[in-house]
């Protein structure tokens, strides 16, 4: 969109001007960028020609008031030989989060918001005045965290179980994609957000697991089929035995009673046989 009325430009400046006294621009075609929200993303450049400056634009750039110019993301300048080069940073929503990737001129912005997602620009003025201009869309995802997993169990009869899995890792994400695995790690099962699965009670367990992913991230949680349809295996030994404890105990209590009072009886008739 934007491009063209920049080719359009070009053209009439081609055109109008004589050929040897314009620069020649250089275009890159367009690098994507995935970002992940809160994190850190860099914007390529590999630069090894001699510059004059390397101006860098956002999505949505700024205005300046005083001057009415667009204020660029930041400007790039050779340092003195043997010194860094120099990063000004002129969009104060940017300041403080933008640095120079490793020894290159790649732009890195950390603590990345949804409101950094756009089409950005750099434009490269080299010392013969040309120029390489390149356009790096930036897409933002969130990070995928740990999948919810719905459960719905019916029983459909002759001693089996439907359960249905569903899977969320996120709410009006179109981006998040799902697959299910049976056992863990097993090749796709299914692609679908639910699971249909039928389990015949007393069976083994086959356990079901959801990966979520995105263009950033994955993961994963597991559900159990058998769970779903006969609830959590119970404890039992510890809860006989905690019946068996409370028996004996019931038991003891009423054999302590049952001697204490047959020791009375006793004591009171060898008391009442004493002359
Ligand atoms: C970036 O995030 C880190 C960790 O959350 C925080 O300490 C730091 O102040 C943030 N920096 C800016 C410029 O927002
Ligand atoms: C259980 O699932 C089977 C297979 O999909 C289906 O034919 C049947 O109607 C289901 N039964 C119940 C009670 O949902
Ligand atoms: C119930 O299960 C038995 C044994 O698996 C089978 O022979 C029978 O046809 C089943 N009945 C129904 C109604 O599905």
Request: glycine share 8%; hydrophobic share 40%.
């Amino acid at each position: 969109m934007a491009g063209t009325p920049r080719s359009f430009l070009l053209f009439l400046l081609l055109v109008s001007q004589p050929r040897d006294t314009s620069p020649a621009i250089t275009h890159c075609s367009p690098k994507v960028v995935k970002g992940i929200l809160g994190e850190s993303v860099v914007l390529p450049l590999d630069s090894k020609e001699m510059f004059k400056n390397i101006r860098w634009s956002a999505p949505s750039p700024r205005q300046d008031e005083a001057s009415g110019r667009t204020v660029p993301l930041a400007v790039v300048t050779p340092g003195a030989p043997g010194a860094l080069p120099r990063l000004d940073v002129e969009d104060e929503r940017y300041r403080g989060r933008l640095r120079l990737y490793g020894q290159t001129y790649s732009l890195e912005i950390s603590n990345l918001t949804m409101a950094d997602e756009g089409k950005y620009e750099v434009v490269q003025t080299l010392i013969a005045y040309n120029q390489y201009i390149c356009d790096y869309p930036l897409y933002i995802y969130k990070r995928l965290s740990e999948p919810e997993i719905r459960i719905l169990s019916v029983m459909a009869g002759n001693g089996t179980c439907n359960v249905t899995f569903t899977c969320s890792a996120g709410v009006g994400n179109e981006t998040i994609k799902y697959i299910w695995t049976r056992p863990a790690g097993a090749p796709v099962f299914s692609t679908e957000v639910s699971l249909l699965v039928q389990h015949r009670l007393g069976d083994e367990d086959s356990p079901v697991t959801c990966t979520a992913m995105n263009p950033v991230s994955r993961s994963s949680a597991s559900a159990s089929p058998k769970v779903a349809c006969e609830g959590p295996a119970l404890p039992q030994t510890p809860a006989l035995s905690y019946c068996r404890a409370k028996g004996i105990l019931v038991l003891g209590v009423l054999g302590a009673l049952l001697a204490g009072i047959l020791t009375v009886h006793v004591l009171a008739a060898r008391e009442q046989r004493r002359p």
